[in-house]
């Protein structure tokens, strides 16, 4: 695996990470408060269709609920309704994907730094990091909350970068979604899509990431022969 592979400069010098579906695996918890929420809010089941799915699945929250209802009480009632649940459910539905700390463990080990940029609402994410254990692995961690544009703007990895002090070209952003691969490549960093999400290959070709891996493992073997 060549540097240029991942458009890096000469070295490895951070790794941020996507969370949900990438380091770790909550689309059925996410696709359970979205049904649950709208049917106790709006009388009716949402998403139901794999389009709407993956629609919103890759969206914030806080973007999302307004495309399927004009009213702000209804909107501030959903994301009420969807904290409540995901609170309750979260314990036995976050699951973190095999490698997923071992990779860390060794970036860490390795001098590299690590940080997760996720659109996710930071109640949800301190609820996940509690369960998945990963907090202290973590350089820096930036939320839907701290930025006003969400992916694929390049906002989120721009904050990053910037509180670890690492250049885009030394950085690579690992996803598992073509909205990941987008906001990677907008802020300059290399591009890596992890396959076992709820996107295709195909859908990924469309974004052209520097690599698509099929899982943590074989990310890390990749990694782990760039210096740095």
């Given at each position: ?37 709208t ?8 998403p ?16 999302s ?19 409540r ?26 001098g ?26 973590m ?5 839907g909350?701290?930025?006003a ?14 509180q ?8 690579v952003?690992?996803?598992d979604?073509?909205?990941?691969a987008?906001?990677?490549k ?43």
């Amino acid at each position: 695996m060549s540097h240029n592979s991942l458009n890096l400069d000469q070295t490895l010098g951070a790794v941020l990470f996507d969370w949900d579906g990438t380091l770790v695996d909550t689309g059925g918890i996410l696709l359970d408060c979205w049904q649950m929420s709208t049917e106790e809010v709006l009388g009716y089941r949402f998403p139901v269709e794999e389009s709407d799915r993956r629609r919103v699945l890759s969206m914030r929250a806080v973007d999302s609920f307004p495309t399927i209802t004009s009213g702000p009480e209804q909107v501030a009632e959903l994301t009420r309704v969807f904290d409540r649940t995901y609170a309750q459910l979260a314990p036995t539905h976050v699951q973190v994907h095999s490698g997923a700390g071992e990779l860390l463990r060794e970036l860490k080990d390795r001098g590299i730094r690590t940080g997760v940029v996720t659109s996710k609402a930071p109640v949800r994410y301190e609820i996940d990091a509690q369960i998945a254990g990963l907090s202290a692995l973590m350089d820096v961690v930036i939320t839907g909350d701290d930025v006003a544009k969400g992916k694929p703007d390049p906002e989120g990895i721009h904050k990053a970068l910037s509180q670890i002090a690492v250049t885009p070209s030394a950085s690579v952003y690992v996803g598992d979604g073509p909205v990941d691969a987008r906001a990677g490549k907008a802020a300059g960093l290399g591009t890596v899509l992890m396959s076992h999400g709820l996107h295709s290959r195909d859908e990924f070709q469309a974004v052209d990431p520097d690599l698509i891996v099929d899982d943590l493992h074989q990310l890390a073997a990749i990694l782990r022969a760039i210096p740095v």
